[in-house]
């Protein structure tokens, strides 16, 4: 089994940043994909950004492309968002995930709690 909980969430202005972390534990998650989810209030989940275990692929959702970065410490079984430029509509609960494959399509057997993100204009 895999624990993931996320962190580095809270409250900035447009234009600010921020950095969410999710540390896994219970074995090790350096062979899994993995993702960053949001899900705004009355929106359907999306996909924001992964990457795949040796850190050779990243997708990037549009709308987030040039200003979200996700990177990976295999070392210490974390993954990373760091969020910069945020606007209003960025805010979401995130959600960390592993699995064989992150995409919208598949299912992916490990989730964090979520972390809040809130950006006001």
């Known amino acids: 089994q895999v624990q993931l909980v996320e962190s580095g969430g809270g409250l900035v202005q447009a234009g600010g940043s921020l950095t969410l972390s999710c540390a896994a534990s219970?074995?090790?998650?350096?062979?899994?994909?993995m993702g960053w989810f949001r899900q705004a209030p009355g929106k359907e989940r999306e996909l924001v950004a992964a990457i795949n275990w040796s850190r050779t692929f990243t997708y990037y959702a549009e709308s987030v492309k040039g200003r979200f970065t996700i990177s990976r410490d295999n070392t210490k079984n974390t993954v990373y968002l760091q969020m910069n430029n945020l606007k209003p509509e960025d805010t979401a609960v995130y959600y960390c995930a592993a699995g064989d494959v992150i995409s919208t399509s598949t299912r992916i057997p490990y989730w964090g709690q979520g972390t809040q993100v809130t950006v006001s204009s």
């Open positions: 219970g074995r090790t998650v350096s062979t899994f994909a």
